[in-house]
């Protein structure tokens, strides 16, 4: 049975969708009339763009009404080693660290030391990406885990990407240590850390680590199919 949210949105969308069938016809008569007779056509020339702005209205109201509807839909288990949608509002960092709920973060973890140069442009934005956490079961370096996601068709995923899914999913960083190899730091001359969540004592911590040294085998890698971007 729907939630009564739900089942508004839907009839939202239908009385929309009425809406636009209604109007289509309307803008598809005066492109033939342009068509058919320049001088005609020029004459509806305002009334073109009145109803091209109404469609567009429309549509994103539609838009809206399907992205309130995802937003109540459960999140799927998420497995590693399988491909998942993650759908997340990008945030600022501090945000997302709050968000995250963890028992500590380490303090380099800032806007300043982590910027993100996209951030004013995707901020407050929901974001659908296909990722997936890798488990390579042996111990590894960071440059040949990049050489495996290159092959897979995956990019490392960034530090917001990773604080997403400790929201969305805080069971698996009890599972799992999980780091992402898209967002470096550069704490000092040529040597650069990367974030990664686990858990310790049963409490959930996000960190740092060398992005240098090798991984053991206890650690997963979090990533991002390329074809997203």
Known sequence: ??????????????????????????????????????????????ERKDLLNKIKEIETKINSEVEKIEAELPTKKIEVGKEFNLKFKYRKL??????????????????????????????????????????????????????????EGYRPATLIELLALAEIDPELQRQFSIVSLGSPWEDYDDHYTVPYIYTIDSERKLN??????????????????????
């Open 1 to 46: 049975m729907l939630c009564p949210q739900l089942k508004q949105n839907l009839e939202s969308i239908k009385t929309l969708k009425s809406e636009l069938d209604l109007e289509l016809p309307k803008i598809e008569k005066l492109f033939k009339d342009l068509k058919t007779d320049s001088r005609k056509g020029k004459e509806h020339k305002s």
């Open 94 to 151: 501090e945000e997302m660290i709050k968000a995250g709920n963890f028992f500590h973060a380490n303090g380099d973890i800032t806007p300043t030391k982590f910027s993100d140069p996209k951030e004013k442009e995707l901020l407050d934005r929901v974001i659908r990406i296909k990722a997936k956490i890798f488990d390579f079961k042996k111990d590894i370096s960071s440059h040949d885990v990049l050489k495996e996601l290159d092959k």
């Open 208 to 229: 740092l680590d060398d992005f240098l040294g090798d991984w053991s085998v206890h650690y997963c890698f979090f990533a991002v199919r390329k074809d997203n971007n």
